[in-house]
């Protein structure tokens, strides 16, 4: 071959499948609000709240703050884009917002707003973020994200869960519960609103998962009826409920504001298939905890909680769904990622990488 030859057919050969598989050439940068399903070292950083190992044994070999033994869906859907873990907005050392900032924090609901860290207080902090990176700018610092990457980034929510379920905690019934969805969802909807001012274009919420068959509630709340899948019905059907409101809203959404992209995701179906056909999928006893003590049926003791002197934990080969009770394993969540990035259980059906700018 002469060296045209070559470079023929080394472009078509070699650069060309190499330019099609890689869609992500610029990652978005990413700004993600909500709870622990996503906190990525929120909570330590705010208020220096103890997560020990075995949190993080499976990835990062230490404790980062993540309440799972490894990553969490948010992880794997950035390294699904190439682009760096999340630094959680509170964290002052080490830090690196040039790919976004996560605002999440554990336990955080939508309501009460004002209180730290409801996700009004979430939405503040990121007026703030974006406030100081202008005012950095104009002084001349070019390391902060400029305007236009605002408004190209993408918005991840991912939050109602503890509102549900520190309802029927307090002691909340069904119809109450019920009764607390507008305005839990007028919360996200305000925030969604907020953001769009702030220049987001692009959104993408994630419903609320079964909560009804997390081993804690399992454990603690007695005398319930179960379903068929041995969780709690009535904590599922009030799942269920907020996600149709959810759905709804998102729709409303793409109607009410100019130029948006609202992916809705469910959530809730690729964790309950997770649950129900956890042999299929490998997983063992997706009803009882990874990490936590007291054994079967849930393994879960709110006075030895995983981490915290007394607990046990499973063998780190076993594949469990639930790690703490609360939040899943990292086997979990890279399948629960695979799933969200099929564009099956999305609305509309956006394949993850459309964001990349
Ligand atoms: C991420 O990087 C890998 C390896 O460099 C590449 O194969 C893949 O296509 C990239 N993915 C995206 C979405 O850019
Ligand atoms: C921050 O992260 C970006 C990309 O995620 C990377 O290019 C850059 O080198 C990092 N900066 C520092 C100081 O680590
Ligand atoms: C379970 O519920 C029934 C009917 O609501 C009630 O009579 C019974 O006392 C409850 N049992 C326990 C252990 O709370
Ligand atoms: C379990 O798997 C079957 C077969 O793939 C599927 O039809 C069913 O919907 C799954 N169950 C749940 C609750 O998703």
Same mark, same amino acid.
């Given at each position: 071959?002469?060296?045209?030859?070559?470079?023929?057919?080394?472009?078509?050969?070699?650069?060309?499948?190499?330019?099609?598989?890689?869609?992500?050439?610029?990652?978005?940068?990413?700004?993600?609000?909500? *709870?622990?399903?996503? *906190?990525?070292?929120?909570?330590?950083?705010?208020?220096?709240?103890?997560?020990?190992?075995?949190?993080?044994?499976?990835?990062?070999?230490?404790?980062?703050?993540?309440?799972?033994?490894?990553?969490?869906?948010?992880?794997?859907?950035?390294?699904?884009?190439?682009?760096?873990?999340?630094?959680?907005?509170?964290?002052?050392?080490?830090?690196?917002?040039?790919?976004?900032?996560?605002?999440?924090?554990?336990?955080?609901?939508?309501?009460?707003?004002?209180?730290?860290?409801?996700?009004?207080?979430?939405?503040?902090?990121?007026?703030?973020?974006?406030?100081?990176?202008?005012?950095?700018? *104009?002084?001349?610092?070019?390391?902060?994200?400029?305007?236009?990457?605002?408004? *190209?980034?993408?918005?991840?929510?991912?939050?109602?869960?503890?509102?549900?379920?520190?309802?029927?905690?307090?002691?909340?019934?069904?119809?109450?519960?019920?009764?607390?969805?507008?305005?839990?969802?007028?919360?996200?909807?305000?925030?969604?609103?907020?953001?769009?001012?702030?220049?987001?274009?692009?959104?993408?919420?994630?419903?609320?998962?079964?909560?009804?068959?997390?081993?804690?509630?399992?454990?603690?709340?007695?005398?319930?009826?179960?379903?068929?899948?041995?969780?709690?019905?009535?904590?599922?059907?009030?799942?269920?409920?907020?996600?149709?409101?959810?759905?709804?809203?998102?729709?409303?959404?793409? #109607?009410?504001?100019?130029?948006?992209?609202?992916?809705?995701?469910?959530?809730?179906?690729?964790?309950?298939?997770?649950?129900?056909?956890?042999?299929?999928?490998?997983?063992?006893?997706?009803?009882?905890?990874?990490?936590?003590?007291?054994?079967?049926?849930?393994?879960?003791?709110?006075?030895? #909680?995983?981490?915290?002197?007394?607990?046990?934990?499973?063998?780190?080969?076993?594949?469990?769904?639930?790690?703490?009770?609360?939040?899943?394993?990292?086997?979990?969540?890279?399948?629960?990622?695979?799933?969200?990035?099929?564009?099956?259980?999305?609305?509309?059906?956006?394949?993850?990488?459309?964001?990349?700018?």
């Amino acid at each position: 071959m002469n060296h045209c030859c070559i470079a023929i057919f080394y472009f078509f050969f070699l650069l060309l499948p190499i330019s099609l598989l890689s869609h992500c050439t610029r990652p978005p940068i990413i700004f993600n609000f909500g *709870d622990s399903n996503s *906190d990525t070292g929120g909570l330590v950083a705010a208020l220096g709240f103890p997560v020990n190992l075995p949190n993080g044994r499976a990835f990062f070999a230490k404790s980062t703050g993540r309440l799972s033994d490894g990553r969490l869906i948010i992880d794997f859907l950035c390294q699904s884009l190439n682009t760096s873990l999340l630094s959680p907005y509170l964290d002052s050392l080490g830090s690196n917002f040039s790919n976004g900032a996560n605002f999440a924090i554990a336990g955080s609901c939508t309501l009460p707003k004002n209180v730290p860290f409801a996700l009004n207080i979430q939405v503040k902090q990121f007026t703030h973020f974006k406030a100081r990176s202008a005012e950095l700018l *104009d002084a001349g610092i070019n390391s902060v994200l400029g305007n236009d990457r605002f408004s *190209d980034a993408l918005y991840i929510i991912d939050i109602g869960q503890n509102d549900l379920a520190d309802s029927f905690t307090k002691g909340l019934s069904y119809v109450q519960v019920f009764n607390k969805i507008p305005s839990v969802l007028a919360e996200i909807e305000n925030s969604v609103k907020e953001l769009y001012d702030q220049g987001g274009r692009k959104f993408w919420v994630h419903n609320t998962g079964p909560l009804g068959c997390l081993p804690q509630k399992l454990a603690l709340v007695q005398n319930d009826s179960l379903d068929s899948f041995g969780c709690i019905s009535s904590y599922n059907e009030v799942a269920q409920l907020f996600n149709e409101g959810l759905r709804k809203l998102c729709q409303e959404l793409r #109607s009410d504001m100019k130029d948006v992209s609202v992916v809705y995701v469910d959530i809730y179906s690729i964790k309950l298939d997770i649950i129900a056909n956890s042999s299929a999928y490998g997983f063992s006893s997706p009803l009882m905890t990874c990490c936590g003590s007291g054994g079967p049926p849930y393994n879960y003791d709110k006075r030895v #909680s995983c981490g915290f002197t007394g607990y046990q934990v499973c063998d780190q080969q076993s594949r469990f769904v639930s790690w703490d009770g609360v939040h899943y394993t990292e086997a979990a969540n890279a399948l629960i990622a695979s799933k969200i990035l099929s564009t099956d259980y999305s609305t509309p059906n956006l394949n993850f990488e459309f964001f990349c700018q």
